[in-house]
């Protein structure tokens, strides 16, 4: 289990390190910015989502190998 844990944190820090490099990440049609006068409002719906597949993605073919 601590395995895991360590490889899903090393995942995770590799992504926050090289995310902004992505040039698609964040910026997907359906991503949610507000900008105005002293106010900046952002939320990657769209890019959460494709995430989240991505991942349960992933999820569902390592379950599969496993057996």
Known sequence: MLIIIGVILIVVGVILHFGPKIPFLGKLPGDISIKRDGF??????????VLS????????IIQKLKG
């Not at 900046?40 to 989502?49: E, G, N, R, V």
């Not at 597949?53 to 569902?60: D, P, T």
């Open 53 to 60: 597949i991505l991942l349960s993605l992933i999820i569902y």
């Open 40 to 49: 900046q409002f952002y939320f990657p719906l769209m890019t959460s989502i």
